[in-house]
């Protein structure tokens, strides 16, 4: 079984459109992520949700609206899709009290704006 | 400011020899976490190792110790005996604080295993 599973691994759109990642978690963790992968490869944080609840917004802009309808799953909307846009997203997952043991990434999606 | 610095963009090292991947921090928190993750090919990322802000031992985990020295803010990456499947990126990484919840990565370092 996967422990975080990230749908759709490939996205490929037009700018302008909505679009949605989803993600969920069996490990039983109670904090999980977004982080994003730009075209060099750096790894920056977005979001990060604590059973259910917003904690980290890293400036991140309106367009992009995370949902945790529980905390085994979170999603991310985006708005009216950009060039800049295009990266890998990658969903993470993490037991709060015992963050030492590492943060379960998902296997990314690769989002492509045209 | 640069929390995390990765200053080799790119490694190239023999097949079977050892090979350290530099790691710097920069941190005012006495209570703090460092991690590596692999990144292949294929995208996805894999935990390595972690070392503790506290732990008085370096950290270790089959092929891979972690050289944490802290009055140097500095946690390097030591592969033994490496194997062509090391090919890949890798990112150190911290977590600051006992509550914190994010990772705050490097900009990795791209290891290549020639045969």
């Known amino acids: 079984d996967t422990a975080v599973s990230q749908t759709p691994k490939y996205l490929v759109t037009q700018m302008g459109n909505d679009k949605s990642i989803k993600c969920e978690q069996n490990?039983?963790?109670?904090?999980m992520y977004w982080y994003k992968q730009d075209s060099k490869k750096f790894l920056k944080i977005m979001f990060s949700y604590n059973n259910k609840e917003l904690i980290i917004n890293e400036t991140v802009p309106n367009r992009f609206s995370p949902k945790s309808p529980d905390k085994a799953h979170l999603n991310l909307h985006i708005n009216s899709l950009e060039l800049g846009d295009s990266a890998v997203y990658f969903c993470?997952?993490?037991?709060?009290?015992?963050?030492?043991?590492?943060?379960?990434f998902g296997s990314g999606t690769r989002l492509t704006v045209v | 400011a640069q929390k995390i610095t990765q200053t080799q963009p790119g490694m190239f090292v023999q097949e079977k020899e050892a090979v350290t991947l530099d790691c710097t921090y920069d941190?005012?928190?006495?209570?703090?976490?460092l991690f590596w993750y692999k990144q292949p090919s294929s995208g996805e990322m894999i935990f390595l190792i972690y070392q503790g802000s506290y732990d008085q031992q370096n950290a270790t985990e089959g092929r891979y110790s972690l050289n944490f020295q802290k009055a140097r803010k500095s946690a390097n990456l030591v592969i033994s005996a490496s194997q062509l499947g090391d090919s890949a990126m890798y990112f150190c990484?911290?977590?600051?604080?006992?509550?914190?919840?994010?990772?705050?990565f490097g900009q990795g370092t791209r290891l290549t295993i020639n045969p």
């Open positions: 993470a997952s993490s037991l709060r009290r015992q963050a030492i043991y590492g943060y379960t």
């Open positions: 990484a911290m977590r600051e604080g006992q509550g914190a919840q994010k990772l705050v």
């Open positions: 490990l039983g963790h109670d904090t």
């Open positions: 941190t005012s928190d006495p209570s703090y976490g």
